[in-house]
């Protein structure tokens, strides 16, 4: 097979570079445009409880979302811009990281299909761990790239500093671990590498960054890793799931894009056959973590979002795709269609995409759902707050769970942590937050968090006699017997429960009720959930 032209054009600089421009423009808008969705205002919550690591993430993400709101303020800005950052370096991540493997005008070409590819294009807009997890992704393949082929310790170093942090980003970080120990251990040239200290160094530091992980794990009896392994895990779609997430993932990458991934994934494994170990690595770090979720989606259920998990397994890919685009366009007028049309279609959905949530033009409301609302149910839960909790704290001689003073905010409970962490992050030191018991929680892992900060149901109880505001998510409750469960809960929480009305957003896709009342002294224990609500074990 024929390498491609060594030098690229300074067209071609100007085009990715233009493209580059126009994505960050466009990802700034919509990270200034665009309210916190659920998962951003839980993390900006994390970053107020500086801690090694939380119940379903390491420190990462909490710690970039801290240094972005002491930039820039409690703003969806500050809590995005650190992701904004590492958005725009992953392009040139995967340059590097190309540039040796395949020349200069591919490496470009890789830069600019990073811009194009949908998956890779929205990362940066919003605050959540694949964004870091990406970027040191990439970097830890381009020090395992230049430490393997030059065994200069400064790239060992760097390769070893990246995974150390991915560690410290995800627990999904380990396929890239996977990636990197299967080119170790079981390629020639891999194992060779043992005979220098570079991989024990890289090893060692990787090493490091678990330790944050199994400090956290060991004094909460492994309670997270569980969960990460078994928990998000325990409903699963049947072998509906084979065909499902195949077909998403091509959608969501666009197909010819995708189909074009995998014949590069399939030239990169023949050429590992043949002794090309620039390729070798390259696919060592592509097909564990695709091969993992391709393994792993039988196991796995629609109500968690997996559609991104093999983003991290595209990245090592994306040096090989202008090579496999070349071969398509000289295979006749059809291949050639089909090799402009693939970078053209997926660069044309990430824009549309990113048109739609910087401006709202194309009118793609569902994209807005996650995001759109939570101003509107601040302003209305802010409007019905009772007396604060110090005041009632001070005339009843109370103090706060955990021996502290008050908070100073008025007592509210909502019903789940979205709506308690999008409430905390806009009614600011105004409430003082607390998470029901719902099924939502423990799905996503976010329940054994709000019990270690003590803002969970139990901790609630303990505040008996003061008054709170219930904010409650009825569209989370369509069976009746959820409903009842809820109000039987509610009767055992509070006492002189008044109705406060109703607030329904986004056209009425999501509804909230509103209560006031006094927590009732702790007695006996809630009300059991019905088994259709219970959270899976």
């Known amino acids: 097979m024929s390498g491609p032209p060594a030098a690229a054009t300074p067209a071609l600089r100007r085009a990715v570079l233009l493209l580059f421009a126009l994505l960050l423009l466009l990802r700034l808008a919509a990270a200034t445009r665009l309210e916190l969705f659920g998962d951003e205002a839980f993390y900006w919550l994390c970053a107020q409880h500086p801690a090694p690591a939380y119940a379903d993430h390491p420190f990462m993400t909490a710690m970039s979302v801290r240094l972005g709101t002491a930039l820039f303020g409690d703003t969806p800005l500050g809590v995005r811009a650190p992701f904004l950052l590492f958005g725009a370096l992953l392009p040139w991540a995967v340059f590097a990281l190309a ?284 409007m019905r707050l009772p007396a604060t909790t110090s005041d009632a704290a001070i005339a009843r001689g109370r103090a706060a769970p955990g021996g502290g003073a008050p908070g100073g905010g008025a007592l509210v409970l909502a019903d789940n942590y979205i709506a308690a962490s999008e409430l905390q992050f806009r009614l600011g030191a105004d409430a003082d937050v607390y998470v029901a018991r719902h099924p939502l929680n423990a799905r996503h892992g976010r329940e054994l968090q709000f019990q270690l900060w003590a803002h969970d149901e139990a901790a609630f109880r303990t505040r008996g006699g003061e008054p709170a505001l219930i904010v409650e998510e009825v569209t989370e409750k369509p069976r009746p017997s959820t409903r009842e469960a809820w109000e039987a809960r509610l009767a055992s929480l509070m006492d002189e429960v008044q109705p406060q009305g109703s607030l329904e957003i986004r056209s009425g896709r999501r509804r909230f009720r509103f209560e006031t009342g006094r927590v009732r002294e702790a007695t006996d224990t809630a009300p059991a959930l019905p088994p259709e609500a219970r959270p899976p074990h």
């Not at 590498?193 to 060692?204: D, E, K, V, Y």
């Not at 992980?213 to 004094?219: G, I, Y």
């Not at 070798?280 to 998990?309: C, E, K, N």
Request: glycine share 12%.
């Open 99 to 382: 540039r040796p493997v395949v020349g200069s005008r591919d490496a470009w070409l890789a830069a600019g299909a990073s811009v194009a590819l949908p998956l890779l294009a929205i990362v940066g807009a919003v605050a959540v761990p694949d964004v870091p997890l990406l970027l040191l992704a990439a970097g830890t393949a381009l020090g395992f790239e230049r430490a393997t082929r030059t065994g200069r310790p400064g790239a060992w170093l760097f390769a070893g500093a990246c995974a150390g942090l991915g560690m410290c980003t995800h627990y999904r970080f380990v396929l890239v671990l996977g990636g990197a120990g299967g080119y170790l251990l079981l390629t020639r040239q891999g194992r060779s590498t043992w005979r220098t200290p570079g991989p024990w160094l890289a090893s060692a530091l990787a090493a490091a960054g678990l330790l944050p992980l199994l400090l956290f794990n060991l004094q909460l009896h492994w309670q997270p890793l569980l969960y990460q392994s078994e928990g998000r895990h325990a409903a699963t779609d049947g072998p509906i799931a084979w065909l499902l997430h195949p077909l998403q993932q091509a959608a969501v990458v666009t197909p010819l894009l995708y189909a074009a991934l995998l014949v590069a994934l399939w030239r990169a494994a023949t050429a590992a056959r043949t002794g090309d170990h620039r390729r070798a690595l390259l696919a060592w770090f592509a097909l564990v973590p695709l091969g993992t979720y391709w393994v792993m989606a039988p196991f796995s259920d629609t109500g968690h979002d997996f559609v991104h998990w093999p983003a991290v397994g595209y990245l090592p890919l994306l040096p090989l795709l202008p090579g496999v685009l070349r071969d398509w366009a000289s295979r006749g007028r059809a291949g050639l269609v089909a090799a402009r049309l693939a970078p053209a279609l997926g660069l044309g959905v990430a824009l549309l995409v990113f048109v739609d949530v910087a401006t709202g033009v194309p009118g793609l409301r569902s994209l807005h759902g996650p995001f759109d609302g939570w101003d509107e149910l601040a302003a209305a839960a802010r």
